[in-house]
């Protein structure tokens, strides 16, 4: 089993920045992706940033990738590895709107997407992110 625990979460003014961190315990030797996931009240969960583990055929080397929506690129930025079984998620230049439960997640499979829910099996319980104006 993957456990994935979240910290980090707090209340902070428009402008501020927030480093959360993603502990990641259990049989990760199997995890191909961690990824960040937010959700506000009344609205769905919605994808921020990923990272991926692939190992490269005939190489005997493995490549380590991230992604990020559009909506968070250049504010926000994730790990560029998950070795040492943490992830973090920087968070610059916060805005109200980013308000919301920050969720930390893993997948066990390699797919075409990187951001949908249905495609990571594990979560972690969320911690609150709160931005004031």
């Known amino acids: 089993q993957v456990q994935l625990v979240e910290s980090g979460g707090d209340s902070v003014q428009a402008g501020g920045s927030l480093r959360l961190s993603c502990a990641i315990s259990g049989d990760t030797s199997s995890i191909t992706r961690i990824a960040w996931f937010r959700q506000a009240p009344g609205k769905e969960r919605e994808a921020l940033a990923g990272?991926?583990?692939?190992?490269?055929?005939?190489?005997?080397?493995?490549?380590?990738?991230?992604f990020y929506t559009d909506s968070v690129r250049g504010r926000f930025a994730i790990s560029d590895s998950f070795d040492n079984n943490i992830v973090w998620l920087q968070m610059n230049s916060l805005k109200p709107q980013d308000t919301a439960l920050y969720y930390c997640?893993?997948?066990?499979?390699?797919?075409?997407?990187?951001?949908?829910?249905?495609?990571?099996?594990?979560w972690g319980q969320g911690t609150q992110v709160t931005v004031s104006p």
């Open positions: 997640a893993a997948s066990e499979k390699y797919s075409t997407y990187w951001d949908r829910v249905g495609e990571f099996g594990s």
């Open positions: 990272i991926e583990r692939e190992a490269i055929a005939g190489t005997g080397l493995i490549r380590e990738r991230t």
